[in-house]
């Protein structure tokens, strides 16, 4: 069976053949890898069997209501014996997980903290739980974490490794992306450059590095509505996660729910051949590279997308059209920075959360208030200036934007009514220094510029602002 080791070295040749931008990881097999046909086919069929067990079974711990909505995961140990397929799938998936080959030398402590320092001889056991999501849904983006020490300590400890095991063919695909987080305040890169697209495919196991930001995309689908999509997630860790999001199966409650039979599972193992299928690693043959570049804002091909990350920040990425991509598919993904913008907060006033990082964030605020998601994100809408802008002006200013659905009446504190809208307001949070955007005239770039100016924050120009002619020509009348 070829390693994780082997396709990390294969890798390096493939990127440099496609004459790719240099990679912040290197090679892409450091941020996941996959495995098709990781169990035999008698075996997977028993997982998906004992899934719909699991799932019938409900609330087995008994949670209750879990701060912030989580719910628990269950816990098994490498000192237990497998009493069912998925504890006996499990130990199979151990043998592909090689921290090794993920931390490479490019991660460093200082932008990633010190998983580095873990072998796969640290790893004490296995956190599992299972995804039913329909084929049109998706799953916010998040870091895979002790969930109960971040609910009391506000802080992130990570798995070593993250893996996704897909039961059916069926749904939207997970973006694993090139960004962390130390204590999930702060990101590292601030906007991700490089990510990994892997569509579901039956039988297909995925390994990534424990820290990274991921998600499902459900605008990505290549699916009609009416099946569902089935995952079976394993993540591997130095320590078990603490209790009450992290559960033991005890054999009673194994029992309880009729997934407690470890002499039929050692039986089958001895007599009817091995847990594992054939475990292809997935390669160059399967494995496009996308390199989404381009010097307009709007290139042919390319659908803009986005994604929220907490607090709710916007992630806008560019793909190519669903129809040029392909069911089943893993696809290895680089974005230069005129495709991918994650410098602007979209303001909802019932997020605690993000409405106390907003007064605590010692930046200016610019917040943009327009009437709906639509202004922003049409083909002639805001965004197609103002996320450049942001990016731009990032290291003095935050970017805000702010419908009436989620801000409704927040342009009040300024002094305006809604029919004043669209409008760019300044405000600083720290001093309580507000000021308005000039209302004459039309709205765009350029007046927004100037209001950033009146405020007195001075903005050096960049030697390049491509397509600025085009996207400074984009307005909407007062």
Request: aromatic content about 10%; proline content about 6%; charged content about 25%.
């Amino acid at each position: 069976m070829a390693t994780l080791l082997s396709l990390a070295l294969i890798l390096p040749t493939l990127i440099s053949s496609q004459s790719l931008p240099d990679p912040l990881v290197e090679p892409f097999s450091t941020l996941a890898v996959g495995f098709d046909d990781v169990l035999s086919l008698t075996v997977i069929g028993k997982v998906k069997t004992e899934v719909e067990t699991y799932q019938a079974a409900g609330d087995i711990y008994e949670s209750g209501d879990m701060k912030f909505g989580k719910r628990p995961t269950t816990w098994f140990s490498f000192d237990s014996t497998p009493r069912n397929y998925i504890e006996a799938s499990i130990m199979e998936f151990f043998k592909l997980a090689v921290p090794e080959d993920f931390y490479t030398p490019d991660y460093t402590v200082e932008h990633y903290g010190d998983l580095k320092r873990y072998k796969k001889s640290d790893i004490q056991g296995a956190e599992w739980w299972i995804q039913a999501r329909g084929s049109k849904e998706g799953i916010g983006f998040h870091y895979d974490k002790d969930e109960a020490y971040a609910s009391l300590q506000m802080r992130m400890s990570f798995p070593i490794l993250s893996t996704i095991t897909y039961l059916t063919d069926v749904g939207a695909p997970t973006l694993i992306l090139n960004q962390t987080s130390l204590d999930g305040s702060v990101e590292y890169p601030e906007v991700p450059s490089e990510g990994f697209l892997s569509y579901p495919k039956k039988n297909r196991h995925v390994i990534f590095r424990g820290d990274l930001n991921h998600g499902v995309s459900k605008t990505l689908s290549l699916d009609d509505e009416g099946s569902e999509r089935i995952t079976l997630l394993v993540n591997w860790w130095v320590s078990k996660p603490l209790e009450p999001n992290c559960m033991v199966l005890t054999d009673d409650l194994a029992t309880k729910i009729g997934l407690n039979y470890p002499s039929e599972v050692s039986s089958y193992i001895s007599s009817s051949g091995p847990v594992s299928g054939s475990q292809v690693p997935v390669n160059s043959d399967s494995t496009p590279y996308l390199n989404i570049t381009g010097t307009k804002q709007k290139e042919k091909g390319y659908k803009r997308h986005l994604e929220r990350f907490p607090p709710n920040d916007a992630f806008y990425y560019d793909m190519p059209k669903n129809k040029a991509l392909t069911k089943g598919s893993l696809y290895a993904v680089t974005w230069e920075d005129t495709r991918v913008f994650g410098h602007t907060g979209m303001l909802d006033l019932y997020n605690t959360q993000q409405v106390g990082s907003l007064f605590r964030d010692p930046l200016p605020k610019l917040i943009v208030f327009v009437h709906e998601l639509r202004d922003l994100d049409s083909p002639t809408g805001i965004n197609w200036w103002l996320q450049p802008l942001a990016r731009k002006i990032s290291d003095k200013i935050k970017v805000y934007t702010a419908t009436t659905e989620k801000a409704k009446g927040a342009w009040a504190a300024f002094g305006l009514k809604e029919g004043d809208l669209p409008i760019a307001v300044m405000h600083d949070t720290q001093g309580d220094k507000k000021m308005v955007m000039e209302r004459e005239g039309t709205f765009g770039m350029g007046k927004v510029e100037k209001l950033i100016e009146e405020f007195g924050i001075i903005v050096e120009e960049k030697e390049e602002q491509e397509g600025r002619e085009e996207m400074g020509g984009m307005g909407q009348e007062l």
